[in-house]
């Protein structure tokens, strides 16, 4: 029997092995060119001290049982709008899948709304946000771990945490593979050269011609996204569709 390393390193491996290439009759390679420049979608702005202050307030008076987590803040808006969406959130400390290299982690967000009462400023999302990443040390709490990637992703569905691990194992060829499905989709196409992150592990609903199964939401680096479908047959996976919701 293998133990320690050698074990680890023989799962991950039997892991990324079974992926297949969905059928694709372009015959387009893989291999995409380098990206043009072009103007990102989302304009990204740190937070302002009133917003800190605000968010301090309200956690001091509607979260004192929060007073220990650190808390992050996000300001975004589409190109072109005048609007800012601000949100903070507050990350538990994340824990480590048994027996899996694999983190996980609670994040509650709020939203900020500039113009309610001051009082009303801040509302919580719900349900809480779940995240994993990728983890080989046997602690997730470990100083050099105390904080989360700078990418985690989000889960959407509740699922078995191998399923989880076997979708970031092999996250990033299950993108090149689904890059040729890109070429033959009007909304894709120009976004095939385009470098991208893994955003979110889903599942289709139920009701949609791929019900069922696992869904990977990559986001670009212009913002704009591409939901993979990923069909699994025994221990094989495979791109099977793809689509690029306008934002």
């Known amino acids: 029997m293998l133990a320690g390393r050698d074990a680890l390193g023989w799962m991950l491996k039997m892991l990324a092995a079974p992926l297949l290439l969905a059928p694709v009759l372009n015959g387009l390679p893989a291999a995409a060119a380098a990206p043009t420049a072009e103007t990102p979608l989302l304009e990204t702005r740190p937070a302002s001290d009133a917003e800190i202050k ?54 509650r967000v709020f939203d900020y709304a500039a113009r309610a009462a001051k009082d009303q400023r801040w509302n919580e999302q719900l349900p809480t946000q779940q995240l994993v990443w990728l983890h080989h040390k046997p602690q997730c709490d470990a100083p050099e771990a105390s904080k989360p990637p700078v990418h985690p992703v989000r889960l959407l569905h509740v699922q078995p945490d191998m399923s989880t691990l076997t979708l970031l194992v092999n996250r990033s060829e299950l993108l ?62 495979t791109a099977w569709n793809v689509r690029c919701p306008a934002p």
């Open 54 to 107: 605000s968010f301090a307030a309200f956690r001091q008076q509607q979260l004192p049982e929060t007073a220990a987590l650190p808390a992050s803040f996000s300001a975004t808006r589409q190109r072109g709008n005048r609007q800012w969406q601000l949100q903070a959130a507050l990350d538990a400390a994340p824990v480590h899948a048994s027996a899996l290299p694999m983190c996980i982690m609670q994040r």
């Open 176 to 237: 090149e593979r689904a890059r040729l499905l890109m070429a033959g989709n009007t909304a894709c196409a120009r976004l095939r050269a385009r470098s991208f992150q893994l955003d979110a592990v889903s599942r289709e609903p139920a009701g949609s011609p791929d019900a069922g199964m696992a869904l990977l939401i990559f986001r670009s680096d212009i913002g704009a996204a591409a939901h993979i479908t990923v069909r699994k047959s025994r221990t094989e996976l």
